[in-house]
């Protein structure tokens, strides 16, 4: 068996308790987060995330048919790391869509077989509550068949300002219109002594949470993210997991941790590093065994590459995301992977992997099975 070969190669010595509690399904602590971080035998964490996955998975690996809508870039936010946003509506870099180009899109989406849209976007200056709720129902009432998984917290929290209502009265009137489920982003480092440095206007770990805790017990399901590889610890990251952890076992709304890999040109922060390879398999692997009340973890091949998130899909990983047909966040910012993904392609880079391919719904419903 995989897992007792790999033990037996084990070369840190440090990491045997923690080794142990996960044979032994324990709970890890944030001591044993921050170890395992630690350790160089990179091969003995993926041998273990990829036992944990299989157990949780079996050889399953996923993917969905989706497309990325972000319809403005104009923010009032001024997050470092962001490449994508502009402050200035007037910027030759700014853009705003109208409710035709946003159609458009959602069209080529149905019209190549997607079953989500995923719309995140700027906090636009201008805009109200309305204009956003728009956008939702005119995708719903035209293409009924797709999934709108739209606005992160962050952006739910700038409706809530913009119109006076309670979080939850936002998102029952965002699911009124068609809304489907909630993005992670936002996350980033939910350390404030980071927060300040990296997001210095964005809403803290605690709204986060709770906008998201708020859209589970409504009936809506959300996915959570991380921002790594910029000026944060590997403590802030396993005290950013575990909170995560705390809040799930509160609702068991998340379908889906994504870690997402720093990319660090045309932006403010003085971080002029891509993460390695090995921080990218670290990363996903920790996070497969301290998040144990999360189904899927996911290799987001647009920041860290599809070489290595094919590579992590034994380390941890079981899910790829998708085609995403065109990616504007990453990209701005330095992102070396392409805009979008064939469905073929993916298929091919999980079948190489060793790995069952599954063409998913965005609740990880099965559409086929590529055995
Ligand atoms: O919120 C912004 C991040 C997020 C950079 O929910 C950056 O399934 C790296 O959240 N380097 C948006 N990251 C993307 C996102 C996402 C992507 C795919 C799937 C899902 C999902 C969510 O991207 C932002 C921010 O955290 N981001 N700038 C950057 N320079």
């Known amino acids: 068996m995989n897992i007792e070969l790999a033990l037996k190669l084990a070369s840190d010595r440090e990491i045997f308790p923690v080794v142990d509690k996960i044979l032994e399904g324990e709970r890890l602590s944030f001591e044993d987060g921050v170890k395992l971080f630690n350790t160089k035998d990179i091969l003995t964490l993926g041998a273990l995330a990829n036992y944990i996955t299989e157990q949780k998975n079996g050889k399953y690996a996923y993917f969905v048919i989706n497309r990325q809508i972000n319809p403005t870039n104009v923010c009032v936010l001024d997050c470092k790391f962001c490449a994508f946003a502009d402050m200035d509506k007037n910027s030759p870099k700014a853009y705003e869509m109208s409710y035709d180009q946003i159609l458009e899109k959602a069209k080529y989406a149905v019209d190549n077989g997607a079953v989500e849209v995923h719309i995140v976007g700027g906090l636009h200056p201008d805009w109200d509550f309305q204009r956003y709720l728009n956008i ?11 999934h709108i998984k739209a606005f992160t917290a962050v952006e739910i929290d700038y409706f809530s300002k913009l119109s006076g209502l309670s979080y939850e009265d936002v998102l029952i009137k965002l699911k009124e219109a068609g809304l489907d489920s909630l993005p992670g982003g936002g996350a980033e480092i939910f350390s404030p002594s980071v927060r300040k440095v990296i997001a210095p206007k964005k809403i803290g770990y605690q709204k986060y949470l709770e906008i998201h805790k708020i859209a589970h017990r409504l009936g809506l399901h959300s996915t959570t993210t991380m921002l ?119 298929i091919r880079l999980i079948k190489e992997a060793g790995k069952i391919p599954v063409e998913r719904d965005t609740l990880y419903n099965h559409i086929r099975v590529y055995e």
């Not at 939702?136 to 797709?146: A, C, G």
């Not at 575990?242 to 997402?260: H, M, S």
């Not at 599809?306 to 990209?331: C, P, R, S, W």
Request: charged share 25%; hydrophobic share 40%; net charge negative.
């Open 136 to 146: 939702v129902s005119i995708i719903k009432k035209n293409f009924p068949q797709l």
């Open 228 to 346: 790594y590889g910029h000026v944060e610890s590997y403590e802030d990251r396993v005290d950013h997991i575990l909170k995560i952890r705390e809040a799930q076992d509160e609702t068991g709304g998340f379908t889906c941790f994504i870690p997402l890999a720093y990319q660090p040109e045309n932006n403010d922060l003085p971080v002029y590093d891509y993460t390695s390879g090995i921080d990218d398999l670290k990363t996903i692997a920790v996070s497969r065994l301290l998040l144990d009340n999360i189904t899927h973890i996911k290799a987001y091949w647009v920041m860290i590459g599809e070489k290595t998130a094919q590579v992590a899909l034994n380390f941890g990983a079981d899910d790829m995301d998708g085609t995403v047909m065109e990616e504007k966040i990453a990209h701005f910012a330095g992102a070396k992977s392409p805009t979008q993904q064939a469905k073929e392609r993916l």
